[in-house]
T-cell receptor, first 117, second 114 residues
């Protein structure tokens, strides 16, 4: 069965610190997609990144970077030089295939990041 | 321009009542979803519709009845509301033709059952 584990429930850092949010997934599919979403205090879900199972290249977008390691089934997210505006709940998610080709997104439990000035 | 819009944003009601949440997307997507986020922030899929047809039903109690009048709308009707239904409900949509494209989420409806 597909599963996403975010073992860190809450992380608290001081501004400008680097922080890594862990994500471990389980799937029997050979083709799958991984996502990260951000949920700021305002409550909306903001898409951050999508990565397919065949692309293990790390990705960097500004202060954000993602490390995908199939060998350990992990898709970790690092924020460099964190800022107060990064405070949010971050969700890792896995897309599995369904009958008929329709997909559903399975979310981890989320990691609440608090960045203090 | 709001891509996925849900109404109402807040809904406070008494146990036993029936209520509906509406969702509309103007992205031209053909697949829509309802997700439930509980008090611990856990997000779980409830339903998915493709072109007005139900394709995913995650063993949700039959008090919950989604309705899709057309592919741009997916409404959620809840009968006989219970305390445990209190949660934030998110509508989402995506294109089916693109493999595993990201979901676009609405801003959520916070339902409080008293």
């Amino acid at each position: 069965a597909q599963k996403v584990t975010q073992a860190q429930t809450e992380i608290s850092v001081v501004e400008k610190e680097d922080v890594t949010l862990d994500c471990v997934y389980e799937t029997r599919d050979t083709t799958y997609y991984l996502f990260w979403y951000k949920q700021p205090p305002s409550g909306e879900l903001v898409f951050l990144i999508r990565r397919n199972s065949f692309d293990e290249q790390n990705e960097i977008s500004g202060r954000y970077s993602w490390n995908f390691q199939k060998s350990t089934s992990s898709f970790n997210f690092t924020i460099t030089a964190s800022q107060v505006v990064d405070s949010a709940v971050y969700f890792c998610a896995l897309s599995e295939a369904q009958v008929g080709g329709y997909n559903k997104l399975i979310f981890g439990a989320g990691t609440r990041l608090a960045v203090h000035p | 321009d709001t891509a996925v819009s849900q109404t109402p944003k807040y809904l406070v009601t008494q146990m036993g009542n029936d209520k509906s949440i509406k969702c509309e997307q103007n992205l031209g997507h053909d697949t829509m979803y309802w997700y439930k986020q509980d008090s611990k922030k856990f997000l779980k899929i409830m339903f998915s519709y493709n072109n007005k047809e139900l394709i995913i039903n995650e063993t949700v109690p039959n008090r919950f009845s989604p309705k899709s009048p057309d592919k741009a709308h997916l409404n959620l009707h809840i009968n006989s509301l219970e305390l445990g239904d209190s949660a934030v409900y998110f509508c989402a949509s995506r294109r089916t033709g693109v493999t595993n494209e990201k979901l676009f989420f609405g801003s959520g409806t916070q339902l409080s059952v008293l």
